[in-house]
């Protein structure tokens, strides 16, 4: 059993069924969607039993498969599942399927819906798992291909220009972080992250860039700060970074809710996945110069993104400004990784913590946002309408369950300690506050921003008189409630027993820390 | 063949296009160096020995991968030239007569031999763009073939000055490159004969002949045109001058791979502001073909193998997007113009043509898992490390190609609904058996070649360590 290649089991199975839907005849396929879900269900199955075995010993990469495929280039179908691989597997595996039901009720040409839903499913795992770039970048591009249509053909009025937005900025953004990759990859000769990351240890990379790419006599300085910035700026438009994150509000309002739970709860991650995978090596030799700007516009995007999302009306872009907001916290970590530390043993051990809060808050936001967009998608369902956050009121007293499971992942987005979006911020936060203190005092203000608009949003809709709306709005059918419970109850768990995930990827951020050894 | 009789013609040609590609095929497939030699000789006679000159044909395996394009592309080419109703006969004659040019040029090792084969593929493309074509076909024919006619001189001039100076012995290829060409002789020679052959590749600022030329031409001209015939001269000039003057090439490298960079952006931002839908593939192929020119001029194994990669998929993609254009779409509704082809609802209409289309635009974007990306990823990387900030501009090329490609899809295929309103005229026809058919074919065989490009890379690489490259890409290790 454990020969088999299960990585590209989770990965092909719902790939390839993915795509036999796409050529599906919409009325004769009635039974597709069932086939679809027990697919998508049987890969996170499968996915969580990989995670689960992966972290008994979290130490040493799991599931590695390797094949020669294009040996001119140096690349081969590498897979492999290492501690945050196998966090973000555990991720894809509970969103997925969740977003899968969700979409249950969707009105038209259901097998190409869920076929893109498949699709997106597989190449996220390999996004995830995948050991080179080469591998990585196939990945990610096809996944751009069914959520661009996902959009157009779904999504509600607005979405033509959205969806073509959404792609334009994706494939600017990943043919900006290819010219990059391709730079480290040809000074390196290798396309593999770990042999990236090796050569970015022993402090050879920048000479290698520096003897291997024909430039003029330019300052190895200025030549390794382009191929991070080419690298960064390709990631940073998928996290997104401000200010190039204009394609996401837009995209998450029309998207059908299912769609944005995956684009905010899986697909966002790719980018900060990324970032970690390929960035980080490239740190030492260019971060240092410009971090200051850089961290200036991340820290400001954070409090611009936190007040946009308080002068929202639609509740559906306000949770999109709010996620922009709470992946900032995650860039500013991960800017803050790049902190000259010298051997000071205390600062490293602060960057351990800021890689362990990025790592976290991703699991966590992930989760935390699937579930609001999943209830935006639950109330727009009921209203019939997109929901404004003035219209409405005193819903907790007709659905008293949506109320409080809605206000208690409200909860977990502010931060709440005892829920898990908390650990993942504090640890963020505790570690830039030793790295770069005035970024994390800024910051802070993000928080309280967020505290306010996301307390307003249930004071508006949930308390007070009732509004109109109120008499004929259903609480949570049974189905929804067994959709959300677990997440609820992940929420709680993981506030409390972070460790549970911590276990499984400390060995990882330990590797990585300690590679960055400047 | 009876003029009266197109069906006739066009089932001939279908036939014997299809027996070469096959033909072509299994020979690319059973292709292996021969005791470590890998040109493997097919025939060799005679023929003016006073001059050195015999016919001489052989392959390695750059010539069977071309070998193996033009098969393919021949055969879906005479597919989507179904249609063709006046003079079929002399159509597919022409037709004809320039795929067997082109295949004999890249299985020729005798230069004099390949000269021919090289001027017999010139005079048909005359006929195929002045009698069948549309837009100002007079002008374009004529331009073409000028541009065509003074390239190939040019290249003449440098076969014939190294049969001279290597002391007029022989033109076989093998023999000349084992003569030592004198540095001096090889700066004015390389450019010389380089540039003669890469004017027929669209090198800038010498491609003007080929959107006015591809435009004009009926569509199944435009497919061997923009996807084979450009590749006669990317494959003569890594052939003739950069087998035999490399010490030229590593002198001239630079300046040309600049130019190829600057028609990589040149003509991507013309296609995007170009308002006729073919024009829009006629300049994406003279940016595609840039990327070919770069790969070449890296002078480095990965991007040697990049541009003849490149050169096949261009090859395949290049004739479904003229098909697209020219057949599926232009025979129907008789404009090419966006803005009125965005009135016609012809996404609705002819869905399959739609997804055809976003597959080749995605496709010659560079989408993973079609040939397009992993050329364009050899050639990216061989250029960061010869020319970097050529590099750079190759990858603003790329983006760019996503803007025009994308706007030409959306225009013509799926606009918004706020476009305009619809005007309903008569409905477009559905699409033929032949189209459906070359159209899978080509995308299919993009599709292979992107999962497994072993299959082509396999037989490219030895070629690329044999005595005639060699020299090569040694020349360039030494910088």
């Given at each position: 059993?454990?020969?088999?290649?299960?990585?590209?089991?989770?990965?092909?199975?719902?790939?390839?069924?993915?795509?036999?839907?796409?050529?599906?005849?919409?009325?004769?396929?009635?039974?597709?969607?069932?086939?679809?879900?027990?697919?998508?269900?049987?890969?996170?199955?499968?996915?969580?039993?990989?995670?689960?075995?992966?972290?008994?010993?979290?130490?040493?990469?799991?599931?590695?498969?390797?094949?020669?495929?294009?040996?001119?280039?140096?690349?081969?179908?590498?897979?492999?599942?290492?501690?945050?691989?196998?966090?973000?597997?555990?991720?894809?595996?509970?969103?997925?399927?969740?977003?899968?039901?969700?979409?249950?009720?969707?009105?038209?040409?259901?097998?190409?819906?869920?076929?893109?839903?498949?699709?997106?499913?597989?190449?996220?795992?390999?996004?995830?798992?995948?050991?080179?770039?080469?591998?990585?970048?196939?990945?990610?591009?096809?996944?751009?291909?069914?959520?661009?249509?996902?959009?157009?053909?779904?999504?509600?009025?607005?979405?033509?220009?959205?969806?073509?937005?959404?792609?334009?900025?994706?494939?600017?953004?990943?043919?900006?972080?290819?010219?990059?990759?391709?730079?480290?990859?040809?000074?390196?000769?290798?396309?593999?992250?770990?042999?990236?990351?090796?050569?970015?240890?022993?402090?050879?990379?920048?000479?290698?860039?520096?003897?291997?790419?024909?430039?003029?006599?330019?300052?190895?300085?200025?030549?390794?700060?382009?191929?991070?910035?080419?690298?960064?700026?390709?990631?940073?438009?998928?996290?997104?970074?401000?200010?190039?994150?204009?394609?996401?509000?837009?995209?998450?309002?029309?998207?059908?809710?299912?769609?944005?739970?995956?684009?905010?709860?899986?697909?966002?991650?790719?980018?900060?996945?990324?970032?970690?995978?390929?960035?980080?090596?490239?740190?030492?030799?260019?971060?240092?110069?410009?971090?200051?700007?850089?961290?200036?516009?991340?820290?400001?995007?954070?409090?611009?993104?936190?007040?946009?999302?308080?002068?929202?009306?639609?509740?559906?872009?306000?949770?999109?400004?709010?996620?922009?907001?709470?992946?900032?916290?995650?860039?500013?970590?991960?800017?803050?990784?790049?902190?000259?530390?010298?051997?000071?043993?205390?600062?490293?051990?602060?960057?351990?913590?800021?890689?362990?809060?990025?790592?976290?808050?991703?699991?966590?936001?992930?989760?935390?946002?699937?579930?609001?967009?999943?209830?935006?998608?639950?109330?727009?369902?009921?209203?019939?309408?997109?929901?404004?956050?003035?219209?409405?009121?005193?819903?907790?007293?007709?659905?008293?369950?949506?109320?409080?499971?809605?206000?208690?992942?409200?909860?977990?987005?502010?931060?709440?300690?005892?829920?898990?979006?908390?650990?993942?911020?504090?640890?963020?936060?505790?570690?830039?506050?030793?790295?770069?203190?005035?970024?994390?005092?800024?910051?802070?203000?993000?928080?309280?921003?967020?505290?306010?608009?996301?307390?307003?949003?249930?004071?508006?809709?949930?308390?007070?008189?009732?509004?109109?709306?109120?008499?004929?709005?259903?609480?949570?059918?049974?189905?929804?409630?067994?959709?959300?419970?677990?997440?609820?109850?992940?929420?709680?768990?993981?506030?409390?027993?972070?460790?549970?995930?911590?276990?499984?990827?400390?060995?990882?951020?330990?590797?990585?820390?300690?590679?960055?050894?400047? | 063949?009876?003029?009266?009789?197109?069906?006739?013609?066009?089932?001939?040609?279908?036939v014997g296009t299809l027996i070469s590609a096959l033909i072509a095929l299994v020979c690319a497939a059973t292709y292996s160096p021969v005791?470590?030699?890998?040109?493997v000789d097919i025939t060799?006679?005679?023929?003016?020995?006073?001059?050195?000159?015999?016919?001489?044909l052989a392959a390695d395996g750059i010539s069977m991968v071309m070998v193996a394009l033009t098969g393919i592309a021949s055969v879906a080419?005479?597919?989507?030239?179904?249609?063709?109703?006046?003079?079929?006969?002399?159509?597919?004659?022409?037709?004809?007569?320039?795929i067997?040019?082109?295949y004999?040029?890249f299985i020729?090792?005798?230069?004099?031999?390949?000269?021919?084969?090289?001027?017999?593929?010139?005079?048909?493309?005359?006929?195929?763009?002045?009698?069948?074509?549309?837009?100002?076909?007079?002008?374009?024919?004529?331009?073409?073939?000028?541009?065509?006619?003074?390239?190939?001189?040019?290249?003449?001039?440098?076969?014939?000055?190294?049969?001279?100076?290597?002391?007029?012995?022989?033109?076989?290829?093998?023999?000349?490159?084992?003569?030592?060409?004198?540095?001096?002789?090889?700066?004015?020679?390389?450019?010389?004969?380089?540039?003669?052959?890469?004017?027929?590749?669209?090198?800038?600022?010498?491609?003007?002949?080929?959107?006015?030329?591809?435009?004009?031409?009926?569509?199944?001209?435009?497919?061997?045109?923009?996807?084979?015939?450009?590749?006669?001269?990317?494959?003569?000039?890594?052939?003739?001058?950069?087998?035999?003057?490399?010490?030229?090439?590593?002198?001239?490298?630079?300046?040309?791979?600049?130019?190829?960079?600057?028609?990589?952006?040149?003509?991507?931002?013309?296609?995007?502001?170009?308002?006729?839908?073919?024009?829009?593939?006629?300049?994406?192929?003279?940016?595609?073909?840039?990327?070919?020119?770069?790969?070449?001029?890296?002078?480095?194994?990965?991007?040697?193998?990049?541009?003849?990669?490149?050169?096949f998929?261009?090859?395949?993609?290049?004739?479904?997007?003229?098909?697209?254009?020219?057949?599926?779409?232009?025979?129907?509704?008789?404009?090419?113009?966006?803005?009125?082809?965005?009135?016609?609802?012809?996404?609705?209409?002819?869905?399959?043509?739609?997804?055809?289309?976003?597959?080749?635009?995605?496709?010659?974007?560079?989408?993973?898992?079609?040939?397009?990306?992993?050329?364009?990823?050899?050639?990216?990387?061989?250029?960061?490390?010869?020319?970097?900030?050529?590099?750079?501009?190759?990858?603003?090329?790329?983006?760019?190609?996503?803007?025009?490609?994308?706007?030409?899809?959306?225009?013509?295929?799926?606009?918004?609904?706020?476009?305009?309103?619809?005007?309903?005229?008569?409905?477009?026809?559905?699409?033929?058996?032949?189209?459906?058919?070359?159209?899978?074919l080509?995308?299919t065989t993009?599709?292979v070649i992107?999962?497994?490009?072993r299959l082509l890379?396999d037989i490219i690489?030895?070629?690329?360590?044999?005595?005639?490259?060699?020299?090569?890409?040694?020349?360039?290790?030494?910088?």
């Amino acid at each position: 059993m454990t020969s088999l290649p299960w990585l590209s089991i989770v990965i092909w199975m719902p790939l390839i069924t993915g795509i036999i839907f796409l050529f599906l005849h919409p009325k004769k396929n009635l039974k597709a969607r069932h086939v679809g879900l027990g697919i998508s269900l049987l890969t996170s199955i499968i996915s969580v039993i990989l995670w689960v075995v992966g972290r008994a010993d979290a130490s040493v990469p799991a599931f590695e498969e390797r094949f020669t495929w294009i040996p001119t280039l140096g690349v081969d179908y590498a897979l492999s599942m290492d501690g945050l691989s196998g966090l973000m597997v555990l991720l894809t595996a509970l969103i997925m399927p969740f977003a899968y039901a969700a979409s249950w009720k969707i009105d038209h040409d259901e097998p190409r819906y869920f076929g893109c839903l498949l699709v997106i499913h597989g190449s996220l795992l390999g996004v995830f798992t995948a050991s080179n770039f080469f591998l990585w970048f196939f990945f990610y591009e096809i996944s751009l291909v069914p959520a661009f249509f996902l959009v157009r053909l779904w999504g509600s009025p607005g979405k033509d220009r959205s969806s073509l937005r959404f792609f334009v900025y994706s494939m600017v953004g990943s043919i900006v972080l290819l010219l990059g990759f391709l730079a480290l990859a040809s000074a390196t000769g290798s396309f593999e992250f770990a042999e990236i990351a090796e050569q970015s240890q022993n402090g050879n990379l920048a000479n290698l860039i520096g003897s291997n790419l024909g430039w003029f006599d330019m300052p190895l300085g200025w030549l390794c700060a382009i191929i991070l910035g080419l690298i960064f700026l390709g990631l940073a438009i998928k996290v997104p970074w401000m200010p190039f994150h204009a394609w996401l509000p837009d995209t998450y309002d029309h998207a059908p809710s299912p769609v944005t739970m995956v684009l905010t709860g899986l697909m966002s991650k790719m980018g900060l996945y990324g970032l970690i995978r390929m960035g980080l090596p490239m740190f030492p030799y260019a971060l240092p110069k410009i971090l200051l700007p850089l961290m200036l516009i991340t820290v400001i995007g954070i409090i611009y993104s936190a007040f946009a999302a308080m002068g929202q009306r639609s509740i559906k872009r306000m949770f999109a400004y709010s996620s922009i907001n709470h992946l900032g916290y995650c860039m500013m970590g991960l800017l803050a990784l790049g902190v000259v530390t010298n051997g000071n043993m205390n600062l490293a051990i602060q960057k351990t913590s800021v890689l362990a809060g990025i790592m976290l808050q991703m699991f966590a936001h992930g989760i935390i946002a699937s579930v609001l967009f999943y209830f935006v998608g639950a109330m727009e369902h009921r209203l019939g309408k997109k929901v404004m956050i003035d219209e409405h009121g005193g819903l907790r007293t007709v659905a008293p369950l949506m109320a409080g499971t809605m206000g208690l992942a409200v909860f977990a987005s502010v931060g709440l300690p005892g829920l898990n979006g908390f650990v993942g911020e504090f640890l963020i936060f505790k570690g830039v506050f030793g790295l770069v203190p005035w970024a994390a005092c800024i910051a802070v203000f993000g928080l309280l921003i967020t505290a306010v608009f996301l307390l307003r949003f249930l004071q508006a809709v949930f308390q007070g008189p009732a509004g109109k709306s109120a008499a004929t709005f259903k609480d949570l059918s049974l189905l929804d409630a067994i959709l959300v419970s677990p997440f609820i109850v992940m929420m709680v768990v993981l506030g409390f027993f972070p460790h549970l995930l911590l276990n499984g990827l400390n060995p990882v951020i330990n590797q990585i820390i300690s590679a960055m050894h400047f | 063949m009876p003029a009266k009789r197109p069906d006739l013609s066009r089932r001939l040609a279908l036939v014997g296009t299809l027996i070469s590609a096959l033909i072509a095929l299994v020979c690319a497939a059973t292709y292996s160096p021969v005791d470590g030699n890998s040109v493997v000789d097919i025939t060799k006679w005679n023929w003016i020995p006073s001059l050195g000159i015999s016919y001489y044909l052989a392959a390695d395996g750059i010539s069977m991968v071309m070998v193996a394009l033009t098969g393919i592309a021949s055969v879906a080419a005479v597919l989507f030239s179904w249609n063709i109703e006046e003079r079929a006969n002399e159509f597919f004659g022409f037709f004809l007569t320039l795929i067997g040019g082109v295949y004999g040029v890249f299985i020729s090792f005798d230069l004099f031999l390949l000269f021919v084969f090289y001027e017999i593929a010139i005079i048909p493309k005359y006929f195929l763009i002045a009698l069948w074509g549309s837009t100002r076909k007079s002008y374009a024919a004529m331009k073409l073939v000028l541009y065509s006619f003074v390239g190939s001189s040019m290249a003449l001039i440098g076969i014939m000055a190294a049969f001279v100076v290597s002391g007029s012995v022989s033109f076989d290829l093998q023999q000349l490159i084992l003569h030592p060409y004198a540095p001096e002789f090889q700066r004015w020679a390389f450019p010389v004969t380089f540039i003669g052959f890469v004017i027929l590749a669209g090198l800038w600022p010498f491609h003007t002949w080929a959107p006015t030329g591809h435009v004009a031409a009926p569509t199944g001209a435009s497919m061997l045109l923009a996807g084979v015939v450009m590749k006669l001269g990317a494959y003569g000039a890594l052939r003739v001058p950069m087998t035999l003057f490399p010490m030229g090439a590593s002198i001239w490298r630079e300046e040309i791979a600049l130019l190829a960079a600057i028609g990589i952006v040149a003509g991507a931002l013309v296609a995007l502001v170009q308002n006729d839908f073919k024009f829009i593939i006629g300049y994406s192929s003279v940016s595609h073909m840039g990327f070919v020119l770069l790969g070449l001029l890296a002078t480095t194994e990965t991007g040697l193998n990049g541009a003849v990669l490149q050169m096949f998929s261009h090859g395949i993609l290049a004739g479904l997007l003229f098909a697209v254009v020219g057949r599926m779409v232009y025979s129907r509704t008789h404009t090419r113009d966006l803005s009125k082809l965005e009135t016609m609802q012809v996404g609705k209409q002819l869905p399959f043509a739609a997804t055809i289309f976003l597959i080749a635009a995605l496709a010659s974007v560079g989408m993973p898992g079609f040939s397009g990306f992993v050329a364009e990823l050899h050639v990216i990387t061989g250029a960061w490390s010869s020319y970097s900030y050529l590099a750079l501009m190759a990858g603003l090329g790329v983006i760019l190609g996503v803007a025009y490609s994308m706007r030409a899809l959306f225009t013509v295929f799926w606009p918004s609904a706020s476009a305009r309103e619809p005007e309903i005229g008569t409905p477009l026809s559905g699409l033929t058996i032949q189209e459906k058919t070359g159209a899978i074919l080509l995308v299919t065989t993009s599709l292979v070649i992107g999962i497994y490009p072993r299959l082509l890379l396999d037989i490219i690489a030895p070629s690329l360590q044999s005595p005639l490259l060699k020299p090569l890409l040694d020349q360039s290790s030494t910088l």
